[in-house]
């Protein structure tokens, strides 16, 4: 497992923050502004996809998170890769690199190379997505 190279922090009702200089990969491949932190967007709903516009605050986002922090959520990887977050387009964030993964409560995620984080705002095994985006037809831009 890969040495954790940045951090995930779930704000309650809100973002994922993100910090330690995470690449950030667009659905074609290239790479959005690097930047030391920035915040994604969870809810669905933001105008400024895949970041945070506080559209939660205002589209009553409830974001409590339902998985089990030391169950799996993602295929388990042996391979050494660095440390990136992925858009996928109309979908989830793929995440690899055993970055570190708060829960809003506090409770530390059990590191794993790659797991996916919903960002249509309605999986039900939140923060992990549960294709649910699928169903409701969640469209990233």
């Given at each position: 497992m890969p040495e954790p190279k940045g951090t995930i922090t779930i704000r309650p009702n809100g973002p994922y923050r993100v910090e330690g200089d995470v690449?950030?990969?667009?659905?074609?491949?290239?790479?959005?502004?690097?930047k030391p932190a920035y915040s994604l967007c969870r809810c669905g709903q933001s105008?400024?996809?895949p970041y945070c516009d506080a559209t939660h605050k205002e589209c009553g986002f409830i974001g409590?998170?339902?998985a089990d922090p030391t169950a799996?959520?993602?295929s388990e990887s042996s391979a050494e890769a660095a440390?990136?977050?992925?858009?996928?387009?109309?979908?989830?964030?793929?995440?690899?690199?055993?970055?570190?993964?708060?829960?809003?409560?506090?409770?530390?995620?059990?590191?794993?190379?790659?797991?996916?984080?919903?960002?249509?705002g309605?999986?039900?095994s939140k923060p992990?997505?549960?294709?649910?985006?699928?169903?409701?037809?969640?469209?990233?831009?």
């Open positions: 690449p950030l990969v667009a659905p074609d491949g290239t790479l959005y502004e690097p105008s400024n996809k409590t998170e339902m799996p959520a993602g440390s990136a977050i992925h858009v996928l387009r109309d979908g989830p964030y793929e995440v690899v690199g055993a970055l570190t993964l708060t829960y809003s409560d506090g409770r530390l995620c059990e590191a794993r190379a790659f797991y996916r984080l919903c960002r249509c309605a999986s039900k992990f997505c549960d294709d649910t985006h699928l169903e409701i037809g969640f469209r990233s831009g």
